[in-house]
């Protein structure tokens, strides 16, 4: 069954310092990943998304994924921190069941971000 | 585009009590709905997922007669908590899928005194 780990529940960086936030993902089929950011109290908003095209993908705010399948991973990346970046950061994976394309989410992590 | 709406953003009530909580997409049709909740500190956790017009599939675990989910149109779908317990209590986040996107609601968060 496809699912996502993510490495890390808690990653702090300081303000203008490289940021990886790890993921890892188990599929038997082509996966499609994603990542998504979510604000206290608030939905979330997609980041990007991997659907089987380019393997680095560019996403909103700075961020950045690349998918390696030799190393099952998608790690999010972003050069430089901004204060306004800290906020939790979900991965998922799209799992086929029941008939519908569903999003399963891995356990989040806190990105902090200090001066 | 692909704005979602739900209401209330937050509520409290007393255990026993039921809850309604709405979720609608304000500018597509949504052929399908997942119904998420969130414990604090702690990922999204997909409770069911329904079509327009058809009963909600729902996740092993989650209690099809304590989560009621109405998807009546393409815009709009509707979770109830019945009988609602404290344990209950958490975020419910709503996610309208159109054309196998999936966006998210700004979730409500349900106090269960």
């Known amino acids: 069954a496809q699912s996502v780990t993510q490495l890390g529940s808690h990653v702090s960086v300081s303000e203008g310092a490289l940021v990886l936030l790890r993921c890892n993902y188990s599929?038997?089929?082509?996966?499609?990943l994603f990542w998504y950011v979510q604000y206290p109290n608030q939905g979330l908003q997609l980041l990007l998304k991997?659907?089987?095209?380019?393997?680095l993908v560019k996403g909103i705010n700075g961020f950045e994924a690349e998918f390696k399948k030799s190393e099952t991973s998608f790690h999010l990346t972003k050069p430089s921190a901004h204060m306004s970046d800290a906020a939790e950061y979900f991965c998922a994976v799209t799992v086929f069941s029941g008939g519908y394309n569903k999003l399963i989410f891995g356990a989040g992590t806190r990105l902090a971000v200090h001066p | 585009g692909a704005v979602v709406s739900q209401h209330p953003s937050w509520v409290i009530c007393k255990s026993g009590t039921s809850v309604k909580i709405e979720c609608r997409s304000l500018d597509f049709q949504a052929t399908t709905m997942f119904w998420y909740r969130q414990f604090p500190k702690q990922s999204l956790m997909l409770m069911a997922t329904s079509n327009e017009g058809s009963k909600a599939t729902y996740e092993q675990g989650v209690e099809k007669d304590k989560f009621l989910i109405n998807h009546a149109s393409l815009t709009l779908s509707t979770l109830t908590v019945t009988s609602a317990h404290p344990e209950d209590s958490s975020f419910y986040i709503c996610s309208p899928s159109y054309t196998d996107t999936q966006y998210f609601g700004p979730g409500t968060r349900l106090t269960v005194l």
């Open positions: 599929s038997s089929v082509p996966p499609y």
């Open positions: 991997y659907t089987s095209a380019a393997t």
